[in-house]
């Protein structure tokens, strides 16, 4: 079941769901919480091969981005985050969905990895995996609105132990190739 406005509301004002910093109200949307592009990016650098069984580290280059924003060309894909931090409880999980505004232009923000769960013991920024799709060179800039968080609710609150493999994370992390398979 995906949760209302009302219910995202309700979840708010009794800190059963938590929004870090600064948490404005009127990104309550009618069927979920839009969310704003964070100032880190990570660029893989190319010509590497990653064998995803291996716990190799692939490299980026760690961009912050400033005041007349980072273009992103056609083909190009970059990993992101979310400005705000949340945490959801244990019996909600929070998919990402892009905007349609910025989809239209071919930004992507997740490739499959679109999912939030409860099992984390603080707000967490969320990875965001952008690619640009389209024609077109496309400005990220901090603090853009570039997609939604969709709140649906379990059958049952999460029985697994707390979430360790991107414990604490405030900015922008780089997969996680080491502890995949804990």
């Known amino acids: 079941m995906i949760l209302s406005d009302k219910k995202i509301f309700e979840l708010i004002d009794t800190k059963k769901l938590i929004i870090e910093p600064n948490f404005d109200k009127k990104n309550i949307r009618p069927t979920g919480i839009r969310f704003h592009l964070g100032e880190d990016i990570l660029i893989p650098v190319s010509g590497q091969t990653v064998d995803i069984t291996r716990s190799d580290q692939p490299k980026y280059d760690h961009v912050k981005i400033l005041g007349d924003g980072y273009v992103l060309k056609p083909g190009d894909f970059v990993l992101g985050h979310?400005?705000?931090?949340?945490?959801?409880?244990?019996?909600?999980?929070?998919?990402?969905?892009?905007?349609?505004?910025?989809?239209?232009?071919?930004?992507?923000i997740h490739c499959t990895s679109h999912m939030a769960d409860g099992n984390f013991e603080v707000p967490n920024v969320i990875t965001l995996e952008i690619k640009n799709e389209g024609n077109f060179n496309i400005i990220l800039k901090p603090m853009i609105p570039i997609g939604m968080f969709v709140l649906h609710e379990l059958t049952d609150e999460i029985q697994q132990d707390v979430q360790f493999q991107y414990k604490n994370q405030f900015t922008v992390l780089p997969p996680d190739l080491k502890n995949q398979l804990k």
């Open 82 to 108: 979310t400005y705000e931090r949340i945490q959801v409880p244990r019996n909600i999980v929070a998919s990402l969905d892009g905007r349609s505004t910025v989809a239209r232009i071919g930004l992507s």
